[in-house]
């Protein structure tokens, strides 16, 4: 009696059985090789884009025609309360301005701060009353500023800190100014004008 002996290297009953699966099982490998593929490429898509900096053009929050809160398009902060912001940036408000090494505050409690971004350094040890300040308007004045690091960590120990808004004669862009973020937190919403007219504040 003749008994079939296998070959390791060359299986006929596997070979069998592959030409006899149904074309229906090709079809449903096919599929599911194709849908794990696509959900990798989407997951990475997806962890690139919340790395992100996004730094908005003040005047498209507060001049356009919408709702009075609307959410900032690729961060994962806070609702912004459009009219909050506009009366932040439009109207008088207790103010702390530090220029130069040189703290002037008026008001009681105030909301916003002002200063360059020579400064940013000094500001968590200079600036005492950090409890209510909302926004901080940094100003930009040379292209080596511009183009140097903005380390948000000075902000660390503002608790009611929502918006950063960066002012400059220079021109520049969103892009170029985010390129230049580190330690971006994600309760901050980044804000930008290019000014070119004179220094009101």
Do not use: W
């Not at 530090?98 to 909301?111: F, S």
């Not at 170029?176 to 580190?182: D, K, L, P, Q």
């Amino acid at each position: 009696m003749k008994t079939n002996s296998p070959n390791v290297l060359f299986n006929h009953q596997a070979i069998c059985l592959l030409e006899k699966t149904s074309q229906v099982m090709k079809q449903k490998l096919l599929l599911i090789l194709m849908l794990v593929s696509f959900c990798s490429v989407s997951f990475a898509q997806g962890t690139r884009a919340e790395g992100t900096i996004v730094v908005t053009d003040v005047n498209s929050l507060l001049f356009s025609t919408g709702s009075t809160s609307a959410r900032m398009a690729g961060t994962t902060s806070s609702q912004i309360n459009v009219e909050r912001l506009k009366a932040l940036v439009t109207q008088v408000q207790s103010s702390t301005y530090y220029y130069e090494g040189v703290v002037k505050t008026y008001g009681a409690a105030p909301t916003n701060l002002f200063t360059d971004l020579s400064a940013l350094n000094q500001l968590n040890n200079a600036i005492t009353q950090k409890d209510n300040i909302e926004i901080v308007t940094l100003r930009i004045n040379t292209a080596s500023e511009l183009n140097s690091t903005i380390d948000l960590a000075a902000f660390s120990n503002f608790p009611n800190l929502k918006y950063i808004y960066f002012i400059t004669k220079l021109n520049t862009t969103s892009e170029a100014i985010a390129s230049h973020i580190v330690n971006f937190d994600n309760r901050f919403n980044l804000l930008y004008k290019i000014d070119k007219g004179d220094r009101n504040q």
